[in-house]
């Protein structure tokens, strides 16, 4: 068992998300069955109470790789020497809201927690944010945070791409093991663009098993825009136990080697692959390599694809525009 745990900052910890999140966490399910951790829990004042709770709920797991937890409310206390800070405190949607309507909410979250990011986390951070819109979040915390590379920060499509493999699975009429290549480009919004027609099945191209293109390329894209806003129309609250497993998706994606051929989703910063403008925080296809990862080249975008890539790009340059107030110069 490795000797030096890593300290792993969850945000908004005694919301839904992070129920969901923090024992998979502690179990070692995101970082591996070696990897001892301390848990640095941030939640707003009025919340400390009943993290507490799940405090309490941690220690009677008596999980053997969680080395300690701390609970605070200053974003610098919880970022402290942190290797990984998972962001998803921020308020969620209701029924009838676009994520983009929780902007003028959360935004001021991301560039105070980006600020602390940057005084105190540890020298190789990452950090995966999922609050929403959790892209142009993502972009804020990021450019408050000029210390840390651009390379270190990732917002969640990773549940877009779940919801978009088990789509497919159905309506092949097979295992959801056998869908691979699913990409999620754009926004985690209802302009993404699940790009099912360079998914496999089984390693075949999903167009020679689901033959359908009006499908692939309307029903299914709008059915996985939307399943967020589905969700919340029939639980009344968001997704949570689906995003936190997302979350340790996304983590094991990251810290794991693409398996040969594959790729997964993540909004990276653009450097203008596939003439995405520089700097966005955008849905990409991405393979790892464990320590860095880069977007996968040479996926064959047609004329059809590329005007879905141009809506979720445009609607993320005008989220970017929004926030530019909180973006130093
Ligand atoms: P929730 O309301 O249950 O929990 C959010 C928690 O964040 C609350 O406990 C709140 O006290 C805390 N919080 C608020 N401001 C904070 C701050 N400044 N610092 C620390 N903590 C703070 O919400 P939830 O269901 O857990 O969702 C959290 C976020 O994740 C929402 O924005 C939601 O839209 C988003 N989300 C994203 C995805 C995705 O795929 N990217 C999926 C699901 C949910
Ligand atoms: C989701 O995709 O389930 C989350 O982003 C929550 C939401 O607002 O849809």
Request: glycine residues 10%; hydrophobic residues 40%; contains cysteine.
């Amino acid at each position: 068992m490795a000797e030096q745990p890593v300290h792993v900052a969850v945000t908004g910890a005694a919301g839904q998300i992070g129920y969901q999140l923090l024992f998979r966490l502690a179990s070692g399910q995101a970082l591996g069955p070696d990897q001892p951790l301390v848990l640095r829990l941030l939640e707003v004042e009025a919340a400390l109470k009943a993290l507490d709770g799940v405090v309490m709920e941690l220690q009677d797991c008596a999980f053997p790789l969680l080395r300690d937890v701390v609970t605070t409310s200053d974003p610098r206390q919880a970022f402290d020497g942190a290797g990984w800070a998972l962001m998803v405190g921020a308020m969620p949607r209701k029924e009838g809201m676009e994520r983009r309507d929780l902007l003028s909410a959360n935004a001021g979250i991301f560039s105070e927690q980006g600020k602390a990011l940057n005084a105190v986390a540890g020298r190789d951070v990452r950090v995966l944010v999922v609050g929403n819109p959790c892209n142009t979040n993502c972009l804020i915390a990021r450019g408050n945070a000029p210390d840390i590379p651009a390379e270190r920060w990732f917002a969640m499509t990773r549940l877009d791409e779940n919801r978009g493999k088990s789509l497919l699975a159905s309506r092949a009429r097979v295992d959801v093991s056998e869908i691979s290549n699913l990409g999620i480009w754009g926004n985690h919004s209802a302009t993404q663009f699940p790009d099912a027609r360079n998914a496999r099945i089984g390693g075949r191209p999903v167009p020679e098993a689901i033959d359908d293109e009006e499908w692939l390329l309307g029903e299914f894209v709008t059915t996985v825009q939307q399943r967020g806003a589905a969700v919340i129309k029939a639980r009344g609250a968001s997704s949570a136990a689906s995003a936190a497993n997302a979350a340790i998706d996304s983590v094991r994606s990251i810290v794991d080697r693409t398996p040969d051929g594959d790729w997964t989703s993540l909004a990276v910063v653009s450097h203008g692959e596939y003439e995405i403008p520089e700097g966005l925080q955008f849905g990409f296809p991405v393979r790892s390599d464990g320590r860095g990862w880069e977007v996968v080249e040479g996926i064959s975008l047609d004329e059809k694809a590329r005007q879905k890539i141009k809506v979720t790009t445009e609607e993320l340059e005008g989220e970017r525009a929004e926030v530019q107030h909180l973006l130093p110069v």
